[in-house]
C-alpha cells in the first residue's frame, strides 16, 4: 500500500515561476499509451490518488520523458550498489524491481503535491496539462516489462478479472504469469463466444418503394446517406469557396442585424431561409401570449433578490470564515456557540425559537468590549450567515424603491457612499457590497474582469480587537470604530461658556443597523439610541435600516422607532412640529420636524395598525415580519448538527427611512384612502411608462408603487380565487379576494404572488381583517414578584376581614349574627373576585367541613346523661324546699 505524504506548502508570490517551470514545453513531452478494452478495471489495493490506473498490456513501448522528482538517497543507494556475491540474482532482481516502482511512487507523489499546490493557487483550470499520470498508466507500463511488484498484486489483478468475465475469458487479456495463476485458482478458462449479432449477416440497406398503380411496388434508386450528406458538405464548401472569390456578395456584418447575418450566411452556403416568429408577416400571435405572463408592475413590486433561496457568497464570506475557524477544533467550537446561543438550535441567535422558549435577543453584541476569541469565531460561524440573509433582501428592496439613480449617484460622488455597519459585525458590509457589485455590472458591462469596484468608504462598529481583527480579515478599506458618537449630547454651535467652533460630525449616507434595539431595555434608552443614529445620517438623502428579528418583542422594537420617528423626526402633512415635554426654560415648547420618509416597508405614514398601543404586550398573535432563505455554510451545519436540512428561514421586521428627502412632495406620491381606493380598483392598464389607458382609477391618481398595499403573509389559493392579506396605503390591514373572473392576469398573479409583494393589480372585493394584537402589560419589574405580592395581601386582607367578621357572629346571638357573618363572607368573595380573576379566592376560602356520622349508642349515652343530669337537678331543688 502506499502511503501518502503531505502536501508541500507553496509561496503565493513565486508561484507564478513555480508553475511555469513545470508546464514548459522542453519539460512535458509524454504521449499516451495505448489501452485496451481493460481500462476500466481497477486494482482494489491500489493507492487512492491513482486508483483510477488501469491494468493496461500496451502493444506497444513507447520512451517517455517525464518530470520526476530527484530520488532519494536510498533508491540511488539501490541502484549505485552492485549485489554481493553472498546475494543471488533473484534477490538482486526483487531489489531492483522493488526500486523501479519506488520510482513511479514518486512520480506520483510529485503530481499529488503539483495537484495539490494548484488547488491552493486556484490554478488548476490555468495548468491542465501538469496532470498526466493518469494517461500514461505507469504502474501497468512497468508491470507488463518487469512482472508484478508482489504476490499480493498479481492475486488482485487475477480476482478482478474472474470478477469481470467469469469463466469465459476474452484472448490474450492475461499475460503467462497470470494464466498460469488464474488456472491455478480457478481452473481452465473458457474461449469467449463472439456476440451473434458479429455473426449475422450485415442488414439490407435501406429501400424506397412506390406505388406501380397495379397493386405493386416498385424500387427507387437514391443515395446511400452517408454519401448523400458528403456530397452535400462538399457542395456548400464550392458554394461558400465561390461567394468568397467574387466581390460582389462581400456583406459588412458590422452594422448587420443577428438575424439579417444569419440568413446572409444560410444564403452563401445554399440553406433555406426561415422566416423569424418575431417578423411582421402572415403569422399572426395568439392574444393571450401577446407579452410576458407576469405583469410588469407585479414584477416591480417583487420583495425577492432575484431567486427564492439566497447562496452564500463563497469568496467573500464562506471561504475566509472557514480557514478562520480551522485554528478552533469544531467541538470545543460547538460548545462555545451551544452556551451562548441557548442550545443547539441556536433561539438566541438570528434564529426564530420555538414558542415553548421565552424570546430573548441576541447574545452577542459587536459593540461590546469584552468578546474572547472563541466567542469572536461563534460570532462569525453563527450570526454572520443570518445578518447577511436579513440585511441583503432589505438593501435591495430600498434600492428597487428610490430607484437606480439613487444608488449611481452615490457611486459616482467624491470618495463613493459612506456606509456605516452599527450591529453586523460587518455582514451588512458584505450585503452591501454585493449590491454594489451587481449596480455597477449593470453601469459598466464592458469593463475588464478584476477591474476595481468603488466601494466607497465603509465604517463598522466592532467593541472588542478578538472580532475586529477577525472582521479586518474579510473586509478591505474599512475603518473599525470601539463606540459610535454620541452626537445627542454635544453642543451643535458655539456658546458663551466656548467660543470654540463645534467639532465636525460624522455623517454617513447609509446606516445599516441591525439587532441594536430589542437588547436595549428602558424605552427611553431605545429613542436616545435611534435619535442618535439619526444624527449620524446625512441630512441630504441618507438612509437609515432598522431591522430585527422576526419576532413579537423584535416587531414591537422597530414598531416603537417607527412611531418615534414619525413623532419626532420626520414632517407630515397635517404633522409639521411636536410639543417639547422637557422643564428646561430655555427650550422652545414646539420643535419643527424636518424632511424625510419610509421608504420600506409601509406605504403609509399613519399610525402602525398592528401597533395600535405602545408597549409590550401579551398574547400577540399578528405583528408584520418577512423571511429569506439561505443556505447554511458547511461550518454552521455542523455546529448546528443538521444531518439533513441544509436550509433556514431568515425571519426578520425592519423599517428603511430616508431624512432630508421627500418623494411625497418631489414625485407626487398619494398615500392615504385616496391611494387605498386606486389600488383596490388596479393598474393593470398602466403601461410600463406609468401612464393610464382605459377607464381606471389611475387616472386621477398617479400611480407610483410606495402608493400600492403590500403583503404581511403569504397568499391564501382556493379553487377559483385567492386571498390576500394586505397593509394598505391608509394604515389599515384588509382581506382582498381575487377571483378568476375578475381578471385572468390579476388572478395569475395573485396566484404567484409572495409574502412582501407590493399589489397593484386590484381586487373584486376586500373587507377587513381581524388581527390578534392582544393586550398591554402596563406593570413593570418582576410579573412573578409583583402576582406573589398581590396574592400575599389579598389573602392577608381576606383573612383579617373573616376574623373580624367571626368575632362579631360569635358574640351575637341567635340567627341574625348568623346572617350577618354569611353576608359580610359573600361581600367579601365578590370583592375578591372582582380584584383577582385568576382564582386566589378559591385557595382563601374554607371548604364547608363534611358532619362526622355520631353512632347510636353514643347518642344513647348522650340521653342517659341529660337524664341523669335533670333528675339530679330536680332532686336538689326539691331538697331546698
Not at 467469469?166 to 488456472?183: A, G, T
Not at 485554528?327 to 438550535?345: C, D, I, M
Not at 466601494?455 to 480579515?473: D, E, I, M, Y
Not at 407610483?704 to 403569504?714: A, F, G, T
Request: a negative charge; hydrophobic letters at 30%; one cysteine or more.
Amino acid at each position: 500500500m502506499l502511503s501518502k505524504r503531505s502536501s508541500t506548502n507553496v509561496c503565493t508570490a513565486c508561484s507564478q515561476a513555480w508553475v511555469q517551470r513545470f508546464s514548459s514545453p522542453q519539460t512535458l513531452g509524454a504521449l499516451q499509451a495505448k489501452k485496451s478494452f481493460t481500462s476500466q478495471i481497477r486494482r482494489p489495493n491500489s493507492h487512492h490518488f491513482h486508483s483510477n490506473r488501469s491494468l493496461t498490456t500496451p502493444v506497444t513501448q513507447r520512451s517517455y520523458r517525464v518530470p520526476i522528482r530527484k530520488p532519494s538517497n536510498e533508491i540511488k543507494r539501490t541502484f549505485a550498489s552492485a549485489a554481493p556475491a553472498t546475494i543471488d540474482e533473484d534477490d538482486a532482481a526483487r531489489s531492483r524491481k522493488e526500486a523501479l516502482f519506488s520510482v513511479v511512487e514518486n512520480i506520483y507523489h510529485t503530481e499529488n503535491d503539483i495537484v495539490q499546490a494548484l488547488q491552493e493557487l486556484d490554478l488548476v483550470d490555468s495548468f491542465p496539462h501538469l496532470i498526466y499520470s493518469e494517461d500514461l498508466d505507469l504502474v501497468d507500463t512497468v508491470t507488463a516489462i518487469v512482472g508484478h511488484r508482489n504476490e499480493a498484486d498479481l492475486t488482485a489483478k487475477v480476482t478482478m478479472i474472474r470478477q469481470q468475465f467469469r469463466d469465459s475469458l476474452p484472448e490474450n487479456i492475461l499475460s503467462d504469469e497470470e494464466l498460469q495463476l488464474y488456472k491455478t485458482l480457478y481452473g481452465e478458462p473458457l474461449a469467449m463466444e463472439e456476440d451473434a449479432a458479429n455473426t449475422d449477416d450485415e442488414p439490407e440497406p435501406d429501400q424506397l418503394f412506390r406505388g406501380d398503380g397495379e397493386g405493386g411496388w416498385v424500387e427507387i434508386e437514391h443515395p446511400d446517406a452517408n454519401t448523400a450528406v458528403e456530397e452535400a458538405r462538399k457542395l456548400n464548401l464550392e458554394t461558400a469557396l465561390e461567394f468568397e472569390s467574387n466581390t460582389e456578395f462581400e456583406v459588412d456584418y458590422g452594422d448587420m442585424a443577428l438575424e439579417d447575418r444569419a440568413n446572409s450566411i444560410a444564403k452563401m452556403l445554399g440553406g433555406e431561409v426561415i422566416p423569424s416568429t418575431d417578423s411582421e408577416g402572415d403569422y399572426e400571435k395568439d392574444p393571450d401570449d401577446s407579452g410576458p405572463r407576469t405583469h410588469p408592475l407585479t414584477t416591480e413590486g417583487k420583495f425577492t433578490i432575484g431567486s427564492k433561496t439566497l447562496w452564500l457568497p463563497h469568496d467573500s464570506m464562506t471561504k475566509p470564515v472557514s480557514r478562520m475557524l480551522s485554528a478552533y477544533s469544531n467541538k470545543h467550537l460547538t460548545e462555545a456557540a451551544h452556551r451562548l446561543f441557548g442550545g443547539p438550535n441556536l433561539p438566541y441567535s438570528t434564529s426564530t425559537p420555538p414558542k415553548n422558549i421565552p424570546p430573548t435577543p441576541i447574545q452577542l453584541d459587536a459593540g461590546q468590549h469584552i468578546m474572547s476569541e472563541i466567542e469572536s469565531h461563534a460570532f462569525l460561524a453563527v450570526l454572520y450567515p443570518g445578518i447577511y440573509a436579513s440585511v441583503l433582501p432589505v438593501l435591495v428592496e430600498v434600492r428597487k424603491r428610490l430607484g437606480s439613480k439613487w444608488l449611481r449617484d452615490l457611486i459616482a460622488k467624491e470618495g463613493g457612499p459612506r456606509v456605516l455597519d452599527a450591529g453586523g459585525g460587518g455582514a451588512g458590509i458584505l450585503a452591501w457590497r454585493e449590491v454594489l457589485k451587481a449596480e455597477w455590472s449593470l453601469m459598466s458591462p464592458d469593463r475588464p474582469k478584476g477591474s476595481p469596484i468603488p466601494f466607497g468608504r465603509s465604517t463598522v462598529l466592532t467593541g472588542s480587537p478578538a472580532l475586529r481583527q477577525r472582521a479586518s480579515q474579510l473586509l478591505e478599506n474599512t475603518t473599525f470604530l470601539p463606540r459610535l458618537p454620541d452626537y445627542l449630547h454635544v453642543r451643535d454651535e458655539s456658546t458663551t461658556a466656548d467660543e470654540r467652533p463645534p467639532q465636525q460630525r460624522k455623517q454617513f449616507d447609509v446606516i445599516i443597523a441591525p439587532h441594536t434595539i430589542w437588547p436595549i431595555s428602558e424605552d427611553y434608552h431605545r429613542k436616545e439610541h435611534v435619535e442618535n443614529l439619526w444624527s449620524l445620517l446625512n441630512p441630504d438623502g441618507g438612509v437609515l435600516i432598522l431591522l430585527e428579528k422576526g419576532h413579537q418583542r423584535g416587531f414591537e422594537a422597530i414598531a416603537g422607532a417607527r412611531e418615534m420617528i414619525l413623532e419626532r423626526l420626520i414632517a407630515s402633512p397635517g404633522s409639521t412640529e411636536y410639543e417639547n415635554q422637557t422643564q428646561s426654560p430655555d427650550a422652545e415648547r414646539f420643535v419643527q420636524k424636518g424632511k424625510g420618509m419610509i421608504i420600506a416597508p409601509c406605504t403609509t405614514h399613519a399610525k402602525c395598525p398592528m401597533y395600535l398601543t405602545p408597549g409590550k404586550s401579551v398574547a400577540r398573535k399578528d405583528f408584520c415580519h418577512f423571511q429569506q432563505r439561505y443556505i447554511r455554510p458547511p461550518y454552521l451545519q455542523r455546529i448546528r448538527g443538521a444531518k439533513d436540512r441544509n436550509h433556514e428561514d431568515a425571519k426578520f421586521s425592519y423599517v428603511a427611512v430616508q431624512r432630508g428627502v421627500d418623494m411625497r412632495e418631489t414625485h407626487g406620491i398619494v398615500q392615504g384612502q385616496r391611494a387605498t381606493d386606486a389600488a383596490f380598483a388596479g393598474f393593470e392598464d398602466v403601461a410600463v411608462e406609468g401612464h393610464v389607458e382605459g377607464n381606471t382609477a389611475g387616472e386621477t391618481t398617479p400611480f407610483h408603487p410606495l402608493s400600492l398595499p403590500r403583503l404581511i403573509l403569504p397568499p391564501l389559493k382556493r379553487q377559483g380565487h385567492s386571498t390576500l392579506d394586505l397593509c394598505t396605503p391608509a394604515g389599515k390591514i384588509e382581506r382582498w379576494t381575487v377571483p378568476r373572473s375578475f381578471s385572468k392576469q390579476a388572478y395569475r398573479d395573485a396566484r404567484k404572488s409572495a409574502w412582501g409583494d407590493l399589489w397593484a393589480l386590484g381586487a373584486k372585493s376586500r373587507s377587513p381583517r381581524n388581527i390578534k394584537l392582544g393586550f398591554v402589560d402596563d406593570q413593570s419589574g418582576d410579573k412573578k414578584y409583583n402576582r406573589r405580592v398581590r396574592k400575599r395581601s389579598l389573602a392577608d386582607d381576606a383573612a383579617e376581614d373573616e376574623h373580624q367578621l367571626g368575632t362579631s357572629g360569635a358574640a351575637g346571638e341567635g340567627m341574625e349574627g348568623d346572617e350577618e357573618e354569611d353576608r359580610g363572607m359573600d361581600e367579601l368573595r365578590e370583592a375578591m373576585g372582582r380584584l383577582d380573576p385568576y382564582g386566589s379566592k378559591q385557595r382563601i376560602s374554607k371548604k364547608p367541613e363534611k358532619k362526622k356520622k355520631v353512632p347510636s349508642w353514643v347518642r344513647k349515652m348522650e340521653v342517659r346523661k341529660e337524664r341523669k343530669a335533670k333528675q339530679t337537678n330536680d332532686f336538689e331543688g326539691f331538697g331546698d324546699m
